[in-house]
T-cell receptor
């Protein structure tokens, strides 16, 4: 149980285009989901906290107009990278917290974004 | 702000050796601490979660300890195997403002040679 999926697993896009990444909790409800970003040989950095039915909370330095997060249901959160640039190329990982718990999180397999 | 540090950054050992990975954190008021494994280009695999009230957790050849007062945790891997080669990350929850998202260390890259 407690499986989180991400789609796509990898994507290549051209500069200036937008890319949407989906994060789904497959067998549990997740009121809260998190989006992390990981650069090569670096650790995971929290980008934003996504709460179902409300606006996402972004970490300092993360542009909310560039990284659009929508948590429309208890099992789906989406991250849209708008007007992507090569510096947005990274590994994006989501996690989901089981509704009713505070600390137990489950991670998706990640999405590799390459912007050419 | 909570800082999570992992030492060493990289480690290479021959197969069969026992090894210890270290994690330290600056704010001892943590709810739990979690160890993850990450293979190259892949997501995270949760290895062990230690609650703040616990001193250690064991799973197979892995044993994680937690000393909140000193702000330290260790991950002990017994009888290492080449399949253990990966990056190991420790993480502690952030505060409620971030919904208890995880604050990660930079990881220890482990290579176990045959």
């Amino acid at each position: 149980g407690a499986v989180v999926s991400q789609h796509p697993s990898w994507v290549i896009c051209k500069s200036g285009t937008s890319v949407k990444i989906e994060c789904r909790s497959l067998d549990f409800q997740a009121t809260t989901m998190f989006w992390y970003r990981q650069f090569p040989k670096k650790s995971l950095m929290l980008m934003a906290t996504s709460n179902e039915g409300s606006k996402a909370t972004y970490e300092q330095g993360v542009e909310k107009d560039k990284f659009l997060i929508n948590h429309a249901s208890l099992t789906l959160s989406t991250l849209t990278v708008t007007s992507a640039h090569p510096e947005d190329s990274s590994f994006y990982i989501c996690s989901a917290r089981v509704s009713g718990t505070y600390y137990e999180q489950y991670f998706g397999p990640g999405t590799r974004l390459t912007v050419t | 702000k909570q800082e999570v540090t992992q030492i060493p950054a990289a480690l290479s050992v021959p197969e069969g050796e026992n090894l210890v990975l270290n994690c330290s954190f600056t704010d001892s008021a943590i709810y739990n601490l979690q160890w993850f494994r990450q293979d190259p280009g892949k997501g995270l695999t949760s290895l062990l979660l230690i609650q703040s009230s616990q001193r250690e957790q064991t799973s197979g050849r892995l044993n994680a300890s937690l000393d909140k007062s000193s702000g330290r945790s260790t991950l002990y891997i017994a009888a290492s195997q080449p399949g253990d080669s990966a990056t190991y990350l420790c993480a502690v929850p952030m505060n409620s403002n971030s919904g208890y998202a995880l604050n990660f260390g930079k990881g220890t890259s482990l290579l176990v040679t045959p």
